[in-house]
């Protein structure tokens, strides 16, 4: 399954275009921005099966830095910094990961 497929590649070129500049990654305005929020639990799920790379149930730290890249091959690493914000944001129970119902929460949050 292809990212397109859950979301528009419009929506998908804006919000990665939107934070090109390093360290500028907001998750909750990229959620926004890429009409996730607007999306079903259900498309939501398979949205984070994409980004699932290893399919473990999870996105890891090392998942979460190519983020962009799981939107669009061109999309930029997160930095560091971005990565561990976006992991804290997510991570509700601490287990240093993001799970289904974390990462629809953290969406829903957004």
Known sequence: MAMTDVLSAEDIKKAVGAF????SFNHKKFFDLVGLKKKSHEEVKKVFQILDK???GYIEEDELKFVLKGFTPDGRDLSDKETKAFL???DKDGDGKIGIDEFATLVAES
């Open 20 to 23: 090109a500049a390093t360290d």
């Open 88 to 90: 804290a944001a997510g």
């Open 54 to 56: 290893d399919q473990s």
